[in-house]
Structures are given as C-alpha cells and as structure tokens.
C-alpha cells in the first residue's frame, strides 16, 4: 500500500515536472558566442535576449524569431516615441523636421526588420542584408538631434539590429 506522504511527494514531482519547463534551449554558453561575435555589448546583447521567457526553451531558430520580435518592439517604441516628439516641437521647425524625419526612417526600419522576420520564418538566415540597412537607418535617424533621449533610442535599435543579425549570422555558419 502507498502511503500518503509518498502519494503527496509522487503528486509534487509530477506538478512540478509539468509547471518546470526542461530547458532544451540554446546554452548561455552559445548564447554568449552569438552576442560576442559581432554585438557592440555582448552583456547587454544576452541580457536582452534572456529578458524573453521564450529564449529558455528556444532552439536557433526559434532564437531568431525571438531576436527579430523583440528588435521589431523595439522599433514600434522607437516610432511611437519619435511621433510624439515630433507632435510636441512644433515651436521649433528644425527640430519638427528631424524627428519628423525619424518617423519615416522608423517606419522603413520596420518594413525591414518584417522582411527579415518572413525570411527567418522560411528558414533563410544568410540573407541579413534588409538588418544591415536598417541597422544603417537607425545610425543615421537623430544623428543632428543633440538628445540623450535620441541617443539611447537609437543605442538600444542599433544593438537590437546587431543581435539579429549576430544570430542570423551564426545560424547560417552552422547550418552551412
């Protein structure tokens, strides 16, 4: 006869087993080569991808889906926040010009990064060429802007971009 407390103990393994995710997910270890290849912080780089619930259980490709979403959120904040500023300079031309100028930028940046996501979808991880021009949009966005705000937004998309393609990168070298 099983007796309670081995019942109680046989119900928690089973629980926990079902709540505890196994990670079958890229290592810290590749994560760590990935961001250093290529990322300008490769800290900050596996930060942000850990910052995913979804990194602990993806494989490569499912990693690239995820760097790709994440850069694309990152893009959605940066085009929000640059139509607010616009929004809001309307005493000051030049400036109203500039971010007006990012919007548009931010709004391409995201058509590339969506070309991107559909190709990583169907498996083609050689062709980065639409993050390395977005990464070249996000550089240029807000460079006469004298603004910490700008600067950090155009850091965080630069290195989001770089993630992106670090990751798409190493997938095709080892898919090769």
Do not use: W
Request: proline content about 3%; glycine content about 2%; charged content about 20%.
């Amino acid at each position: 006869m099983v007796s309670y407390s081995s019942a109680i103990s046989a119900l928690f393994v089973v629980i926990a087993s079902l709540i505890i995710p196994t990670s079958n997910g890229v290592s810290n270890k590749i994560l760590t080569k990935i961001c250093s290849r290529l990322t300008p912080d490769p800290d900050q780089c596996v930060t942000i991808l850990q910052s995913d619930l979804r990194t602990a259980s993806a494989n490569l490709p499912e990693l690239s889906l995820i760097s790709l979403d994440l850069t694309g959120r990152q893009a959605n904040h940066n085009l929000k926040t640059f139509r607010e500023l616009s929004k809001n300079a309307t005493h000051e031309p030049k400036l109203k010009n500039d971010f007006d100028a990012c919007v548009r930028v931010y709004k391409d940046i995201k058509l590339k990064i969506k070309a991107a996501y559909l190709l990583s979808k169907k498996g083609q991880y050689r062709n980065v060429s639409d993050l390395s021009q977005a990464k070249e949009l996000a550089f240029r966005c807000g460079r006469d802007i004298n603004s910490l705000v700008v600067n950090e937004l155009g850091s965080s998309m630069v290195l989001r971009l770089y993630t992106s393609i670090s990751i798409n990168r190493y997938i095709a070298r080892t898919n090769a």
